[in-house]
Nanobody, 126 residues
Framework: HVQLVESGGGSVEAGGSLRLSCISNGNPYSTNLCLAWFRQAPGKEREGVAAIDSAGKNPTYTHSVAGRFTISKDDAKDIVYLQMNSLKPEDTAMYYC???????????????????WGQGTQVTVS
């Protein structure tokens, strides 16, 4: 399995920005794969936020973050980013990075598609 490590979480006021990073220790991001960010707030189900494939084209976003969040990746550094702007209190959650070793997924925002997960980084918006 691939180890994924997230960073960049923190506390921010509403309207602020954060950039999350997820680095892999064993699966080059340039090979066939799909990467995604999920989040889970206390008492709620895990929710797919954004996903990107190895080509980096046509990223997918859940409706509530479209236009505010941007997923991207740096193949040279094996890092995937989630730039979060115009943050709202309802964005407060633990954010997780996930990976699956294929470009072909039925629903890139469905957690069941993914094999490898990071430990998460907390984002709090007040």
């Amino acid at each position: 399995h691939v180890q994924l490590v997230e960073s960049g979480g923190g506390s921010v006021e509403a309207g602020g920005s954060l950039r999350l990073s997820c680095i892999s220790n064993g699966n080059p991001y340039s090979t066939n794969l799909c990467l995604a960010w999920f989040r889970q707030a206390p008492g709620k189900e895990r929710e797919g936020v954004a996903a990107i494939d190895s080509a980096g084209k046509n990223p997918t976003y859940t409706h509530s973050v479209a236009g505010r969040f941007t997923i991207s990746k740096d193949d040279a550094k094996d890092i995937v980013y989630l730039q979060m702007n115009s943050l709202k209190p309802e964005d407060t959650a633990m954010y997780y990075c996930a990976l699956v070793g294929t470009n072909v997924v039925a629903d890139p925002l469905d957690s069941y598609e993914y094999d490898d997960w990071g430990q998460g980084t907390q984002v709090t918006v007040s």
